[in-house]
């Protein structure tokens, strides 16, 4: 690496949810988005973690950490029961975030972060999984334009917007472009050394309208797409312009392909007896995306900011969904699987002896059910050492989308989402950090900007 780089300031660009190809479609949006991207020539394949969740792999990047040594397996995690999830922030892993701690006086820039939290040192916007109405600290800044507007997300979840696509897609742009404004505010006013900004824009779009017709023309939503890039390809423009002497880093942790089926992996292990599901009334509440939607109407409905709940663990509200004491293993959280260990949870029912047998049955049920329904187009794994709030088995299908509402059918085919996450990104360096071991997966990316910072 150029050894001039080191101690300098760093800003790390996320474009989350865009693909390798897809970032060098962005240079024929705008000549700003060519400027932009001159800056970034050397540009490779990420492979993320075996969880196509942004906390994971972000949990790696800032940590340096396997997200499974962390206890990171997605957007939230088991706590004291199958039934009983937590979000996972930042105090819930088993490893500092390293990357952000760095020498100087200077604050950090952290805007739209999964699991990162508000702290002294930090000027921090929220990503809009944190459940209290603090969308930005420190207070001071809350009550000053543009951040007294700042709003993390556009829409409690992509289920609910999918119902008015267009005001959907309307909103979207107007809270990126907000989060762009006030990304400028920061980077031009404040002293930083470390600064992370994160655009979520593609990820929300390639849901709404589908990832292949991300730059596509003839939408009825164009004109207002098309206002939309040029205004962010001159806002990155500007942001390049004003980070010259910054070396810069461009990422996505994970990127879309177009979804053929949905796959609810407990009512496959309800079907070999695994687990016992309980058919609550309100059956679809027990989805994430559900909890995630009633933290963010009920925090639309606080009235007050309570500073000090900025420093309390959010808890995620608990919606029974298996009958523990018939279930040996479950998914409380898309794609992992946990067996219901009397070590790790009260409620368990799983000694340390049966583990090994149970695992295998639980493992080659599974097994035998994705290859005959997707070939070899998944990934099943043991997580083997890792934090105890880790899962037991992870699971990936291509082209699949992973949910725990409840109900028939396990396998839909026919109703589920146009695009889902894939485990690919990118990472695109500015030539300031070409080096001989290109990084391409985020724990080698941390052992890179680590020497920038240090
Ligand atoms: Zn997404």
Redesign the pocket.
């Given at each position: 690496m150029n050894s001039s780089a080191s101690g300098s300031r760093l800003l790390l660009l996320s474009l989350d949810?865009l693909s390798l190809s897809q970032l060098d479609e962005l240079s024929q949006l705008s000549s700003d988005f060519r400027q932009f991207l001159v800056r970034i020539s050397d540009r490779k394949e990420l492979a993320c973690p075996l969880s196509t969740s942004p906390q994971a792999a972000w949990s790696e990047l800032l940590t340096g950490l396997s997200w499974s040594q962390l206890g990171c397996p997605g957007y939230a995690r088991p706590k004291d029961s199958l039934n009983d999830l937590e979000i996972v922030t930042e105090d819930l892993l088993s490893g500092r975030l390293d990357l952000l701690e760095c020498p100087g006086a200077e604050r950090q820039l952290l805007i739209n972060l999964p699991i990162v939290k508000p702290k002294d040192g930090r000027i921090w916007l929220s990503d809009g999984s944190w459940p209290y109405q603090n969308t930005v600290s420190p207070i001071e800044l809350r009550n000053c334009h543009p951040f007294d507007a700042y709003r993390p997300r556009p829409y409690a979840s992509t289920t609910v917007a999918l119902s008015d696509r267009r005001s959907s897609i309307i909103s979207c742009l107007a809270a990126e472009r907000q989060r762009l404004e006030c990304a400028l505010e920061l980077i031009r006013n404040q002293r930083w050394r470390i600064c992370i900004y994160r655009v979520s824009v593609f990820?929300q779009l390639a849901?709404l309208i589908g990832s292949d017709s991300l730059f596509c023309q003839g939408l009825i939503e164009s004109k207002e797409l098309e206002e939309f890039w040029t205004s962010l390809g001159t806002g990155l423009s500007e942001i390049a312009e004003l980070c010259a002497d910054t070396t810069l880093a461009v990422i996505s942790t994970f990127s879309h392909v177009n979804c053929r089926a949905r796959l609810n992996l407990n009512e496959l292990l309800s079907l070999a007896g695994f687990c016992v599901l309980r058919k609550t009334e309100n059956a679809e509440m027990t989805s994430i995306i559900e909890r995630r939607r009633s933290a963010a109407l009920a925090l639309a409905k606080a009235e007050v900011a309570v500073e000090s709940a900025a420093a309390q663990q959010p808890a995620v509200s608990s919606t029974s969904c298996f009958e523990l004491e018939r279930t040996v293993a479950g998914s409380p959280t898309a794609g992992a699987v946990y067996l219901n260990r009397k070590s790790r949870f009260a409620s368990g029912i799983v000694e340390d002896f049966q583990v090994n047998v149970i695992l295998e049955r639980v493992e080659d049920y599974l097994r035998n059910y994705l290859t005959k329904e997707f070939a070899s187009g998944f990934q099943l794994e043991k997580i083997i050492g890792g934090h105890e709030r880790s899962p037991d088995l992870i699971v990936q299908i291509n082209g699949v989308e992973l949910h725990n509402t409840l109900g028939p059918p396990w396998l839909d085919r026919h109703n589920h989402p146009r695009s889902t996450?894939c485990g690919a990104g990118f990472i695109a360096l500015s030539a300031s950090l070409s080096s001989l071991s290109a990084p391409t997966s985020p724990l080698q990316l941390y052992k890179l900007l680590k020497e920038v910072v240090a």
């Open positions: 949810g990820d849901h996450h």
